[in-house]
């Protein structure tokens, strides 16, 4: 994984707390993890818009079915 060193002014409050809600230790971590987090909420709120306006389409009984059947070997 790429990374990029540089120079950033932080709210050490605002650091304190990220640390205590993401179990993390450090500016790096923290804010890596931060930044990583905010991704994971953007894919969840993507996958429930997906699944809100109605474009999921679940497999009908039969399909469900054949899934459950044991494989041959």
């Known amino acids: 994984m790429p990374y990029h060193k540089t120079t950033v002014e932080i709210d050490t409050e605002a650091l304190s ?16 993890r931060a930044l990583e987090e905010v991704a994971r909420r953007a ?8 699944v809100l306006a ?15 059947e044991p494989r041959a070997s």
Do not use: F, S
Request: aromatic share 8%; no cysteine.
């Open 43 to 50: 894919a969840l709120r993507d996958a429930a818009q997906y």
């Open 17 to 32: 707390l990220a640390e205590q809600l993401l179990g993390t230790h450090g500016i790096k971590e923290t804010v890596n």
């Open 54 to 68: 109605g474009e999921l389409r679940l497999p009908d009984e039969a399909t469900w079915a054949a899934w459950r």
